[in-house]
């Protein structure tokens, strides 16, 4: 009855008719089937305007939102074709989507790597631009990559992980 479509990979918004289009027949289908779709759309942010604001809001049970955390840390990895990181470009326009939710149904999702081993910070930084709902999560990679997580880093990131706790319960205590 209940039906999961995620629309990422690539880029989405890239076609973002079709992906309009695919809601609208899905809309179709629950009522000729009595089918309940939930849709989710993840992005880079890039191609963000008020028209997929707009039908975020009206048709996405969800938003994925990419930004690695602070701007050394989210340009290192993700680059526009013009060689220019993404940071400057998509922050405004994750805080206007996430407040146009009334900060539900998104999440910033970040990725860790060997170039962040310190990515509390990461985390901390997208707390304290006003996001609620974050996620960040180790980068999964071949090996010999240079940004690959490797064995000797798990102490640090361990640490990570203690001082991201500590600062979430001392947020949670002073009702942030």
Known sequence: HNLEVDFFGGEPLLNWQVCKELVKYGRELEKKYDKNFRFTLTTNGLLINDDVIDFCNKEMSSVVLSLDGRKITNDRMRVSPNGIGSYDLIVDKFKKLANSR???????????????????????????????????????????????????????????YEILANEMLKRYRNGN
């Open 102 to 160: 009334g900060q539900k149904d998104y999440y910033i999702r970040g990725t860790y790597t060997h170039n962040n081993l310190d990515f509390a910070s990461d985390v901390l930084h997208m707390a304290d631009l006003g996001f609620k709902e974050l996620s960040i999560e180790p980068v999964v990679s071949d090996a010999s990559e240079p940004y690959a997580l490797k064995d000797e880093d798990l102490p640090v990131l361990k640490e990570q």
